[in-house]
């Protein structure tokens, strides 16, 4: 390591030689416009072909460029508009260019290391990049809602329909049993949290009947933080071909995103203003009762049910009938200054109302982005975000007490009506032992969730040496994520379903602290000469996490109180941590054959403290190569092929201590060396991928197809080991076993009309994969996930199976008759099918005619099975609708047969936005001259399902967000329709 | 320019700088096995100590179905799924090395016998500073004492099958050794201990207080004194079973049994009436403190012999769980004590 300290120590000492000097040039000056009209195209970089000289456009589209004397080519390019090239005769100092829009996104710049990009023309890898534009086309909640059907390789499924978030990315199949599942944010080069912090549900609903949180909270993943309207572009590293330089986070993927920044020209002040509302999209169907003598007569226990007389009420849209008003009021500032200042300022207020009377998500939050160039040679860049959202999600899921909406109905013959009497006042639940009334239970139990969140980034870009044909920058970036969860469940002693308890009346507080900093320095020297271009870049870089959270749970609350410390008994649990990691890396990146052939190799060492040995260095290397050929077949405007092969890690997030337990005797809290064993040599899980594949473009920039196959290999895979008891332990952690996924990416792009002012832009993507375990050095096991048991289906990682396999009793040793029961002796364990889907596929068109556009997105997932345990509710209680259905499934169900497995493929209507540009002469005359343009759209998320799968959504999870086994369906919040209309207008 | 060039390295030279930052970051959630040696203080040592006896309970508490009792050196006759006889046990879970049967008590007794092990070693590194040598001497005889007891428990679950003896090394499979090789371990264990007590001294004091039910007879079994007593006891009986086992009956064990035993329950002034010889040191199952539940089963019934009924003390949270049983039968086999 000294060697790489001493090599990064020698670079930054070429650094005291800070040069300036270029060969004999001209002054070329020109205008870059927007093809088809006289649009000025700012921020435009204007760079000559071959050498380090470039500049971009101000506000009028203009740059001056000196240029060297004699023949020369400049390239101009601007994200989202189609690049050129073109030549300079010698002696020419006027320079004139017309950008086509780039409604393909052809042209755009990847990423290729912390420091690095290249134009996507080049790239080696899969990347997808998804615009501003087409990430914010119709309102989500949260940013993972809006990247949903948009990435190939990417298996993004919401956990309920609750407000707020809960949603899990999955890019290129599941990499981990044990260690992180889900891809890092990386926020203008800070890496952000993306953790989800319980939020006490469990403590009313018991759901995994202890005092604390669980994985059954029904929690939001902070990722729903980030606030979609902020971002230029979000680039996807799917795999470790990709994803190497980010070392031991890698495995998973990486989602880059990059803020909106200031550019140059005339301040511009975007505004939007939304306003919308929610639909109950779908609802389970119970049995029909109108009187308590027809639920006696239909062979339900009497009790409770008295002379009352009603109407057969639809309990599903009773309760989760609200229309919320919801709104979202977006606005920002953008420009520059002439003395080398930009900025971007922008603000957020959102207001997402939820199904039921009293849940919602709202959230605020500010950006100011701003940039300063001091000199000529210095760039420095501050970046910070402040988030608030406060989230009531009501109560969903599993649950203990009866207190969930769905279990109580389907305990609840519909003639009874439970809502809130005239009087303020709610009757008891007849048929739920404790009386609970969902409706009561939303009126008086509280959910509140604030998170209060600084995004903070800050980068520094000094060019030491800037030559004709070479340039060495240095780089320094930093930021600090850091937020403040702060979780409370008020349930008064007042309502039904407390009064049953010993100690009625249940408080629960949590406060979660979470910091996160980054720090990292960078050298970048490019090397230009004719024949190639060659850019070295080496830094390191630096991670810690810390983390806190304290929770406490108190019961026998007298009503109306709000601090815990006045419960009559407590329970308290705190969890705390710290995370460092340090890497060094080199990356050398080859151009060459006239910009056809582009090669990469690079290696990111890196080390953290979570790995077993902190001071070792584990090495992530990666290489790569693209070749655009130069032969074209006809109709072909480009085609390339493209091989990479990358490793990265997943650094384990515990197993490597063996901690005391605390046991209570007599009053007197006692420690003893806890039964899961430590394990002192535990190191990062490791993933190595080979890509290829080829990208082709074609018929003059109007078709675009892409194609991808990888296979992807893990190794070291962090597991639990039963040891021998006598050892006084019951498991320990290991790595091992082996894990080999192969997938497939397919995306074509087209403009099949595009004919005066009406276009036809469509956008499909297809993926798929298979991950299987190909060795595993303990015995077969069912992820720690969570699960209901084999009779209904769980997840089971065994060796040679596929990782995603779903394992239920599906069949009988002995024949039964329909209605007999197959003895637990005679039931078969079997696997039953797998859980992830076969492969999904992506639709999205625009239709633009004049100032309408018409956007749709269509996201299929075709196959993967879910267990149904929502039915089993309605099954068990015999109040699902269709009672001969019912009859049917427990007849399955009792007679050893998968009854609850079901096939959760769909397709769904994600967005669809139906927009309007107003004429110039209105905006003009309705801002009073002011703003350049106006649009107004018409928007719709989730609009229709099909599906085949019999529970409210085929995308629901329990336990969250879960690497394996996250298909239990558990009496989910329903999923719902969103409707907005949107008025945006730039001044 | 030259300005930002030095800022530009200083900046650089800054960051360098954080290589000295110490990559290993201590787990801070709990504390770790390793973070006993030399940290031991009077209130660490009083937690490690009722942690062992804590689990212990647990263990207990853990073995439904079962013939039980609350006093220590009460005869247990359990019939559960660890009982190794059952040849339908080896198909209820995955082979292990250690227990070729399953878990319940077995398991527990041997963590048990970890949270003693590591509390040994932690107290051979102990210094003086926070405890007396003689207090140092007096709890490893203590614990030798216990570990004693977990080797019996276990040893009467499996009998002739044998079980292994733990090593000092966490990630270490022993053997498993036959009954008359851990019960002779047993006495060793005993007269080890025995000579811990008699070096600290008999008067003096654990360095920290056992749970009430260390108390039974009127004595203090803080105090060393009464250590010695209980530890011979236990040798006693240890070695009373070991002279009338059937296979290698050993007749020349008897007098120390009997000087034990009379020793154990005294002959002159504090000594235990025979109406008494069935009560003893008992796990105390009632709750205290802040200790809301120290019977964690939660609807299993406890099978217990009215015979040995009067071991349950007032109080005992599991008192509605018992139900009376003289005949216990099951995976094939049963049994009467009446």
Redesign the interface.
């Known amino acids: 390591m000294k060697r790489v300290?001493s090599s990064?120590?020698s670079l930054?000492l070429l650094?005291?030689v800070?040069v300036s000097a270029f060969a004999q040039s001209r002054r070329v000056t020109g205008r870059v416009t927007v093809e088809g009209s006289s649009e000025p195209l700012v921020a435009a970089s204007v760079s000559v072909v071959g050498t380090a000289l470039g500049t971009y456009t101000d506000d009028q589209g203009r740059f001056t460029l000196n240029v060297p004397e004699g023949a020369a080519t400049l390239r101009v390019r601007r994200i989202g508009y189609v690049q050129k090239t073109l030549a300079v005769p010698a002696g020419a100092t006027e320079f004139n260019v017309a950008l086509a829009r780039d409604v393909l996104q052809l042209e755009t710049q990847v990423i290729t290391g912390a420091a690095t990009t290249v134009s996507s023309a080049n790239a080696a890898t899969a990347i997808t990049v998804i615009s501003s534009e087409k990430l914010n086309r119709v309102p989500a909640q949260t940013i993972d809602y809006a990247l949903q059907g948009k990435i190939p390789g990417a298996t993004i499924t919401q956990n309920s329909g609750a407000p707020g978030g809960g949603v899990e990315i999955q890019l290129r199949g599941v990499n981990s049993i044990n260690a992180g599942f889900q891809p890092i944010y990386v926020i203008d080069g800070v890496i952000v949290d993306n953790s989800s912090l319980g939020n006490g549900l469990n403590v009313i609903s018991q759901a995994s009947r202890t005092n604390f949180s669980s994985t059954q909270d029904q929690t939001v993943n902070r990722a729903a933080d980030i606030n979609p309207n902020d971002i230029e572009n979000i680039q996807v590293l799917k795999g470790p071909s990709a994803t190497a330089i980010y070392g031991s986070r890698g495995t998973n993927g990486v989602i880059v995103i990059t803020t909106k920044q200031g550019i140059p020209g005339r301040t511009t002040l975007d505004f939007t203003q939304r306003f919308g509302t929610a639909r109950l999209s779908n609802k389970l169907l119970f049995r029909c009762f109108s009187s308590g003598a027809e639920v006696v007569a239909a062979g339900f226990d009497s009790t409770g049910f008295g002379a009352a007389t009603n109407k057969c009420h639809d309990y599903m849209q009773e309760f989760y009938g609200e229309h919320p008003f919801n709104y979202q009021t977006i606005g920002s500032l953008r420009g520059a200054s002439n003395n080398g200042t930009n900025y971007f300022i922008s603000g957020l207020v959102q207001h997402d109302g939820g199904l039921v009377l009293n849940d919602f998500y709202n959230k605020q939050s500010l950006r100011i982005n701003l940039g300063q160039k001091?000199?000529s040679?210095?760039n420095i860049r501050a970046n910070t975000e402040v988030i608030h959202s406060l989230t009531q999600r009501g109560i969903s899921g599993n649950d203990n007490t009866g207190i969930n909406p769905i279990d109580n109905f389907s305990n609840t013959p519909s003639f009874n009506d439970l809502r809130q009497r005239p009087d303020g006042t709610y009757p008891r639940g007849l048929t739920v032992v404790n009386g609970a009334n969902p409706f009561q239970d939303a009126d008086l139990i509280k959910t509140p969730e604030n998170v209060y969140r600084v995004l903070g980034s800050g980068s520094?870009i000094?060019n030491?040496v800037s030559r004709e044909r070479q340039t060495l920058d240095?780089t320094?970036q930093g930021g600090l994520d850091t937020y403040i969860d702060h979780a409370k469940v008020i349930s008064p002693a007042t309502a039904y379903v407390e009064q049953v308890n010993a100690l009625p009346g249940t408080l629960f507080n949590s406060d979660g602290n979470i910091v996160s900093g980054t720090?990292?320095?960078a050298l970048q020297h490019r090397f230009i000469r004719e024949a190639f271009t060659a850019t070295t870049s080496a830094g390191?870089g630096?991670v810690r996490r810390n983390t806190d959270v304290v929770t406490t749970t108190g019961r026998g609350v007298f009503p109306g109180v709000t601090n815990v410390a006045s419960a009559t008994?407590t329970f308290s649990a705190?969890?705390?941590?710290?995370?460092?990691s340090?890497s060094y890396y080199v990356q050398e990146e080859f151009l060459t054959l006239g910009e056809r052939l582009f090669l990469t190799a690079a290696v990111n060492s890196e080390?953290n403290?979570?790995n077993g040995d902190?001071?070792k260095f584990y090495a992530y290397p990666k290489f790569s190569a693209s070749y655009r050929l130069p032969f074209l077949p006809p109709k072909t405007d480009e085609l390339k092929f493209r091989v990479a092969f990358g490793r990265a890690g997943n650094a384990p997030t515990g197993g490597?201590?063996?901690?005391?337990?605390?046991?209570?005797?007599?009053?007197?809290?006692?420690?003893?060396?806890s039964?899961v064993?430590?394990f002192p040599g535990i190191k990062p899980e490791t993933a190595s991928e080979l890509e290829g594949g080829l990208d082709f473009t074609g018929f003059g920039g109007r078709a675009r197809f892409s194609a991808t196959q990888y296979r992807k290999q893990i190794d070291d895979l962090i597991l639990s080991a039963?040891?021998?008891?006598?050892?006084?332990?019951?498991s320990?952690t290991i790595n091992g076993g082996q894990v080999v996924t192969h997938g497939t990416e397919l995306e074509l792009g087209m403009t099949p009309i595009q004919a005066g002012s009406f276009s036809w832009i469509s956008n499909t993507t297809y993926s798929s994969y298979k991950g299987k375990v190909t060795q595993l050095p303990v015995?077969g096991f069912i992820p720690v996930s969570g699960s209901f048991g084999s009779r209904y289906g769980n997840g089971f990682v065994a060796q040679g199976q596929l990782l995603t396999v779903l394992q239920a009793v599906n069949g009988c040793k002995v024949a039964v008759t329909p209605g007999q029961a197959c003895s637990s002796a005679n039931r078969v364990l079997t696997f039953v099918g797998n859980s992830a889907p076969d492969y999904q596929m992506g639709f999205s068109n625009d239709f633009n005619v004049g100032p309408f556009r018409l956007s749709s997105l269509f996201d299929w997932r075709k196959g993967g099975l879910g267990v149904n345990l929502t039915n089993e509710y309605l099954v068990d209680f015999g109040l699902m609708a269709d009672t001969a259905r019912a009859r049917e499934i427990n007849d399955k169900f009792i007679a050893g047969t998968a009854a609850y497995v079901e096939n959760t493929g769909f397709v769904k209507l994600r967005e669809l936005t139906l927009g309007y540009e107003l004429p110039a002469a209105l905006t003009s005359g309705l801002f009073q001259g002011r703003a350049q343009n106006a649009r107004i759209e018409l928007s719709g998320r989730n609009l229709k399902t099909w599906t085949k799968y019999t529970g409210l959504d085929p995308e629901v999870s329990n336990f969250g967000n879960q690497p394996l086994g996250r298909f239990q369906d558990v009496t989910p919040y329903p999923p719902s329709r969103t409707f907005f209309l949107t008025i945006n207008t730039t001044f | 320019m030259k300005r930002y060039t030095t800022i530009a390295l200083a900046v650089g030279a800054l960051a360098l700088g954080a290589c000295k930052d110490n990559p290993v970051a201590n787990p801070i959630d709990a504390p770790t096995v390793d973070a006993l040696n030399g940290a031991l203080t009077p209130t660490s040592l009083r937690q490690l100590v009722v942690g062992a006896l804590a689990q212990d309970r647990t263990t207990w508490n853990d073995v439904q179905s079962a013939i039980e009792a609350g006093i220590f050196a009460r005869d247990v006759y359990r019939i559960d799924a660890s009982e190794p006889r059952y040849v339908t046990e080896t198909l209820g879970g995955n082979p292990d090395p250690g227990s070729f049967a399953g878990g319940r008590g077995f398991a527990g007794y041997y963590t048990a016998l970890r949270a003693e092990n590591n509390l040994l070693n932690a107290l051979a590194s102990a210094g003086t500073s926070q405890f007396t040598q003689a207090q140092l001497t007096a709890t490893m005889g203590f614990v030798r004492t216990m570990k004693a007891y977990e080797y019996w428990r276990l040893i009467e679950l499996r009998d002739t099958v044998g079980v292994p003896i733990q090593s000092d090394v966490p990630t270490e499979v022993t053997d498993v050794r036959c009954r008359e090789v851990i019960t002779s371990y047993i006495i060793a264990l005993l007269d080890s201990a025995l000579t811990d007590f008699n070096t600290a001294g008999a008067a003096t004091v654990l360095p920290v207080k056992l749970p009430t039910g260390f108390s039974a007879f009127g004595r203090d079994y803080n105090k060393v004194s009464n250590l010695i007593l209980y530890a011979r006891a236990w040798r006693g009986k240890v070695n009373f079973y070991r002279a009338i086992n059937r296979k290698t009956p050993n007749a020349a064990l008897i007098p120390s049994v009997i000087a034990d035993l009379t020793t154990a329950l005294g002959a002159g002034p504090g000594a235990v009436p025979a109406s008494q010889f069935k009560f003893g040191v008992w796990y105390n199952f009632v709750a205290g403190g802040t200790e809301n539940q120290p019977n964690t089963i939660a609807d299993s019934k406890i099978g217990l012999n009215p015979l040995v009924g009067d071991s349950v003390q007032a109080g005992d949270t599991r008192a509605s769980k018992i139900v009376p049983r003289a005949t216990l039968a099951g995976n094939g086999i049963s049994t009467s004590i009446t």
């Open positions: 300290r990064v120590m930054l650094a005291f800070s001091v000199g040679r210095l520094a000094y030491l240095l320094l720090l990292g320095v390191l630096q008994q705190e969890t705390q941590g710290i995370t460092k340090r080390r403290s979570n902190a001071t490597k201590f063996t901690f005391l337990t605390n046991l209570v005797e007599e009053g007197v809290t006692g420690f003893r060396a039964t064993l430590g039963s040891v021998a008891p006598s050892t006084g332990f019951s320990q015995p």
